[in-house]
């Protein structure tokens, strides 16, 4: 288009009249990346270089010359901000194929990013469903159960830590079954943390703490963001979508540090820490994926700090007591080029938040969770799926979200993480 800068990828040089570092350079129409790299170094040189193009005040290009479909969303993904007002013009080859990824990338990262004040429990569970729904309208169906309807089904962790907002918590249940058989099995069951905004509850978390918590939804977002993306991709496995979603708000009806809390599966939690509840909900999700008799089960959420400590923003966590499924995970990630590493997990990480008066406790009562705080979270969650912790993988979502610039991705949310767990439902 004529209106539009054109970026060439070039594998040469610069001329000599720029540095021999230079990584991009003008030309008549726009600008040149000079990719002269290994090709592991490619990918993350091309998205770091749209991110300074963007920083420019470029908001709108043409690729031009030869790039591959990594490439581009490489260049795409550096380029757009939360505000999504950038345009980039593909090549015409593959474009169908990037433009499936920029649909479900731009609807979830969008739904991360909108403030707590549109995006509340049910408002996320509606967006979820219609995105979803629109994609499959013939495969898809829907339950919805908020308020008090927990209770009634023993939903007690996604009750107790939203009960304190005006706006009730719910959990959506999202069944994708291609074959229209009531009786399928279920090959997967996506469990996403929905908490859409958190205060930290009665564990107060500083104002600067709790700025960005508008991101805390972010499990949901990627596991709802995997799953369009499998449906775009013509995935043929039942999938079942299980969003457990709250705010985690201050009032009288608040629940308190010392509450014990008894799940349908019988385990009794005491809260010592009203902060770490994300893994509360999950557990409603873990036991109703379980009892579903799901193949298999993933649980993503932006969960723990500690997860950010070790693998800074660039990867996301990945546990397993399945080496089999964690392997497969790690394969996808590096697949699709998204960062994940493995972190410890053993069945005696359950025993790391222990409580005189419970089963376990939710958290560790030092600050932060304690050393190994996001093996420690992984290890509670191990207690709400089967015994052995077959089929079953564990996503700390560190690198989902930034409150500012990076060098990589503009602030706000990143979607890393959905083309790895799409990877496995295909």
Request: proline share 3%.
């Amino acid at each position: 288009m004529a209106n539009q800068l054109q970026v060439l990828l070039s594998n040469d040089a610069p001329a000599k009249h720029w540095a021999d570092n230079t990584l991009i350079s003008t030309h008549a129409r726009g600008f040149t990346i000079h990719a002269n790299f290994q090709q592991s170094e490619q990918l993350t040189v091309i998205q770091s270089c749209a991110r300074k193009i963007q920083s420019f005040g470029v908001n709108s290009v043409q690729l031009t010359g030869q790039w591959t479909i990594e490439q581009q969303w490489a260049f795409y993904q550096g380029f757009v901000t939360a505000k999504q007002q950038q345009s980039v013009t593909w090549l015409t080859e593959n474009s169908a194929e990037l433009d499936q990824l920029k649909t479900v990338f731009d609807w979830s990262k969008n739904l991360i990013n909108q403030p707590p004040n549109q995006i509340y429990p049910q408002s996320l569970a509606q967006n979820v469903t219609d995105f979803i729904s629109n994609l499959a309208p013939d495969l898809v169906t829907s339950e919805l159960l908020v308020g008090e309807q927990l209770l009634e089904n023993q939903w007690i962790g996604t009750h107790t830590v939203g009960r304190a907002s005006i706006n009730p918590p719910c959990i959506l249940v999202l069944d994708y079954n291609p074959s229209g058989n009531a009786q399928a099995e279920i090959d997967y069951a996506l469990v996403g943390k929905g908490i859409t905004f958190d205060s930290g509850g009665y564990s107060l978390k500083s104002s600067e703490g709790m700025l960005t918590m508008k991101c805390d939804m972010g499990g949901a977002a990627t596991v709802a963001g995997a799953l369009a993306l499998a449906i775009l991709k013509g995935s043929q496995k039942r999938i079942k979508l299980i969003l457990c979603c709250a705010e985690n708000l201050v009032a009288g009806n608040a629940f308190k540090l010392g509450d014990i809390i008894e799940y349908k599966n019988g385990t009794k939690v005491e809260i010592v820490n009203t902060d770490a509840e994300g893994r509360l909900v999950l557990a409603d999700g873990l036991i109703m994926a379980t009892e579903l008799g799901a193949k298999q089960i993933i649980d993503a959420a932006t969960l723990t700090g500690a997860a950010s400590v070790a693998l800074g923003r660039e990867y996301n966590a990945l546990f397993a007591l399945d080496s089999l499924l964690l392997n497969n995970a790690l394969n996808s990630a590096k697949q699709n080029n998204e960062g994940a590493w493995p972190l410890p997990l053993e069945k005696y990480h359950q025993d790391k938040c222990p409580s005189p008066y419970a089963d376990t406790a939710n958290s560790s009562t030092v600050k932060g969770g304690g050393a190994g705080g996001a093996s420690n979270a992984a290890g509670f969650l191990s207690r709400f799926v089967n015994e052995t912790g077959t089929g079953w993988l564990h996503i700390d979502l560190a690198a989902a979200f930034n409150q500012s610039d990076t060098q990589l991705f503009a602030a706000g949310a990143t979607g890393v993480g959905i083309r790895s767990i799409a990877g496995l439902l295909v």
